[in-house]
């Protein structure tokens, strides 16, 4: 079975220009997640997708961050402008539901410099 | 507050031998999960272990167990016979059950412990 997909692997950009990830879950995982990992921390969570629609994007700072789950399945987080404060690994998760028994798997990340 | 908190920055373990990495969570919720994470250097998260807050027996995958103390609310994971490929840094994570307007399935993580294995 094939895991999930992210891509790039890397990016590096500078401040003030836009960036777009991509994540592709593992087949029939209804929910995905976007996390944000900063150096020496444990992931935070972005934003939630439970199949297109939005569960949780609390913490997901709306005035330059945004994210979509087309048709349910590939989901795309974009940032625009980016900041210095940006520079992470980008983590996209997912799961077949969100019951609290249910393992999230994740993708290699993608990991963002912003200069 | 913390809800995970993993006390421990760094671990060092000789090669064969057994580890114990802490991890300790705060929830009000009856209804949780406990999740250990493998991060290596290549980044990828890569799932360990799952605990249940309604699970009486403690859970083993392999190499791994987790040693469950509800009432202490700790979750520390037990890495028997230690091996090279075992360095790595370990996350613990919890998602807490669904608590009406809550929503579930977000993970909350600690803030990691890197273990070395020497040979």
């Not at chain 1, 891509?7 to 991509?22: G, H, L």
């Not at chain 2, 580890?19 to 969570?25: E, F, G, H, I, P």
């Not at chain 2, 509800?70 to 091996?83: D, E, G, P, T, W």
Request: glycine share 8%; hydrophobic share 35%.
């Amino acid at each position: 079975e094939a895991g999930v997909a992210q891509s790039p692997r890397y990016k590096i950009i500078e401040k003030r220009q836009s960036v777009a990830f991509w994540c592709n879950p593992i087949s029939g995982h209804a929910t995905l997640y976007w996390y944000q990992q900063i150096l020496g921390q444990g992931p935070k969570l972005l934003i939630q997708f439970q199949n297109n629609g939005v569960v949780d994007d609390s913490q997901l700072p709306k005035d330059r961050f945004s994210a979509e789950r087309l048709k349910g399945v590939d989901s795309t987080l974009k940032i625009q402008p980016a900041k210095l404060e940006d520079s992470a690994v980008y983590l996209c998760a997912s799961s077949l539901a969100a019951t609290d028994t249910d393992t999230q798997y994740f993708g290699p990340g993608t990991r963002l410099t912003v200069l | 507050a913390q809800k995970i908190t993993q006390t421990q920055p760094g671990m060092f373990v000789q090669e064969k031998e057994a580890v114990t990495l802490d991890c300790t969570y705060d929830t009000s919720d009856q209804s949780y999960g406990l999740f250990w994470y493998k991060q290596p250097s290549s980044g990828e998260m890569i799932f360990l272990i799952y605990q249940g807050s309604y699970d009486e027996q403690n859970a083993t995958e392999g190499r791994y167990s987790l040693n469950f103390q509800k009432a202490r609310k700790s979750a520390n994971l037990v890495i028997s016979a230690s091996q090279l490929g075992d360095s790595a840094m370990y996350f613990c994570a919890m998602r807490e059950g669904y608590a009406g307007g809550t929503s579930y399935g977000k993970l909350t993580f600690g803030q990691g412990t890197i273990l070395t294995v020497h040979p």
